[in-house]
């Protein structure tokens, strides 16, 4: 066993997931059609891709998950069980608002976060919400071009109230996009936009809508803010970045400076989300491209009114970038300008394991956003292997985790981070974002399941459930 530090006694330890990729019961109770209901699975290297509507002879991952809609109440009996005292999961918006653009949303889909929430709370576990996770209404996408369209602010506010509103007694602990940093720096159309539900080819001035885009959810961002402020003053609403951070190649001056022009292009957001600003390089940036911006006056005090309380972010690697010889534009782009990290070793998908990263991204955001920070994502996705008696050896899962967490504690502890809690991703095997599959997985509870959707579905404990039990139980003394 390997010692780590004492977390104070109001540590949130916890586990994280997403409705679209665990709850299933994609289309009952009057839930609408959602971009990850029309996103295929990724097989044998071919990337997911979206279809117009749900098509014959396609598979769609999402549509089952692992069941939990209608399994929660056995989840949350393991989750407390493990020690829990949060459970950060996202509320699926076309279960209230099936098409996105109605005013008066679905009871059925508002019931069942009731019901999810108190039972929750039922077991000691606080809800931790994020209200869109990669999965904003396909009507949104066909009507109005997901966020290339200022309309959306309004709606995306619109489902913000309401389950404030709603659940104000039940949630504390708020975000509003997730992985919001996860377009605009990219060097082709990104794949991965079922945030903005953007549809871009080659052909658009695809560059320029992913900015815009984003500029449209920061603004909505920011009046949900200001929103639920006014519904609860005790609420505490976060951003949610995704951090890897990036390091120069070699100390070779060029190298450095790509490096730092990368985290400007992935973690702007962040500076707008936690100072209320754009910085100073990006304007210039639009002008040397020529982008025709839609950013108004109004917007900047939006913005600037609109600041989260917290940072939430999810950490599972760092990067590293060098630098083009003669080019002094540094115009940093994913994933062409990534080389490989000769230091550390990397997951069977190619994930680069760098827990010390993670106390350096702890300490960059501490000194640059003065904001408690929540680590709202971190963990380890692999094949794992069920033995006859059902058992799963996970030492790698567990090996990973207790670099990681001794990282974090160190941050805390050592460098004076202000770290409101830790909820491992995935906490319960489930569907992954990226690539649609099963197999991959990050639990400490394995679903009996597979990257079809057959199998009993049933829960069972990994060795790392009684690892990440002991953590906790010691309050991350005992690693
Ligand atoms: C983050 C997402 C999650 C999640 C996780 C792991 O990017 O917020 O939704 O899935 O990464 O990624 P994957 O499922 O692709 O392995």
Same mark, same amino acid.
């Given at each position: 066993m390997t010692k780590g530090y004492k977390m104070p006694k109001d540590f949130l330890w916890g586990g994280a997931v997403?409705? =679209? /990729? &665990?709850? @299933?019961? +994609?289309?009952v109770d009057g839930k609408g059609v959602s971009i990850a209901d029309v996103m295929t699975a990724g097989r044998n290297g071919v990337p997911r891709k979206v279809t117009d509507g749900v098509k014959d002879g396609e598979i769609y991952p999402n549509h089952w998950g692992n069941d939990f809609y209608h399994r929660y109440s056995e989840d949350d009996r393991l989750f407390e069980e493990m020690g829990f005292k949060c459970f950060r999961t996202s509320i699926a918006w076309t279960r209230i608002f099936p098409n996105g653009d109605e005013s008066e949303p679905n009871e059925a889909g508002l019931k069942f976060y009731d019901d999810l929430f108190d039972d929750l709370l039922s077991h000691g576990i606080q809800p931790v919400v994020t209200l869109s996770h990669f999965e904003i209404p396909y009507h949104l996408v066909k009507a *109005? @071009?997901?966020?290339?369209?200022?309309?959306?602010?309004?709606? #995306? %506010?619109? #489902?913000?109230?309401?389950v404030f509103k709603r659940y104000q007694d039940k949630v504390k602990y708020w975000m509003t996009f997730n992985e919001i940093n996860n377009q605009t720096a990219w060097?082709?159309?990104? $794949?991965?936009?079922?945030n903005s539900g953007l549809q871009l080819s080659k052909d658009d001035n695809w560059e320029q809508a992913m900015y815009q885009a984003a500029h449209y959810e920061l603004v909505a961002s920011a &009046?949900? %803010? /200001? !929103? @639920? =402020? !006014?519904?609860?003053?005790?609420?505490?609403?976060?951003?949610?970045?995704?951090?890897c951070p990036i390091y120069p190649l070699t100390a070779k001056p060029a190298d450095v400076m790509m490096a730092e022009? !990368?985290?400007?292009?992935?973690?702007?957001?962040?500076?707008?989300?936690? &100072?209320?600003? *754009?910085?100073? +390089? &990006? $304007?210039? *940036?639009?002008?040397?491209k020529g982008f025709d911006m839609d950013i108004t006056a109004a917007d900047l005090a939006t913005l600037k009114a609109g600041t989260v309380d917290y940072v939430g972010f999810s950490y599972y690697m760092s990067f590293v970038t060098k630098g083009r010889d003669g080019d002094s534009d540094y115009d940093f782009k994913e994933p062409d300008d990534f080389v490989e990290n $000769?230091?550390?070793?990397?997951?069977? +998908? @190619?994930?680069?394991?760098d827990p010390t990263g993670l106390r350096y991204a702890m300490n960059w955001m501490q000194d640059r956003w003065h904001l408690p920070q929540f680590i709202v994502e971190n963990g380890f996705g692999a094949y794992d292997k069920k033995e006859a008696d059902g058992s799963v050896h996970d030492d790698y899962r567990i090996s990973y985790f207790r670099d990681h967490i001794l990282a974090m504690e160190q941050a805390v502890v050592l460098d004076g981070v202000d770290l409101i809690g830790y909820t491992p991703w995935g906490c319960i095997d489930l569907v992954s974002a990226s690539t649609g599959e099963m197999a991959k997985r990050y639990g400490f509870i394995y679903v009996d399941a597979d990257d079809n959707g057959q199998g009993s579905f049933d829960r069972s404990k990994k060795d790392s459930f009684n690892w990440f039990q002991q953590v906790i139980a010691s309050d991350g003394e005992d690693l």
């Open positions: 997403a409705a =679209h /990729q &665990l709850e @299933g019961a +994609w289309d *109005y @071009g997901g966020f290339s369209n200022r309309k959306m602010i309004d709606f #995306f %506010v619109h #489902f913000a109230k309401t060097s082709d159309p990104h $794949p991965l936009l079922q &009046l949900a %803010v /200001q !929103a @639920g =402020h !006014a519904i609860n003053p005790d609420f505490q609403i976060g951003c949610m970045v995704a951090m022009r !990368a985290m400007q292009k992935r973690y702007w957001f962040g500076d707008v989300h936690c &100072l209320g600003e *754009y910085p100073k +390089w &990006l $304007p210039k *940036y639009f002008e040397r $000769p230091y550390v070793e990397k997951s069977d +998908w @190619g994930w680069q394991i």
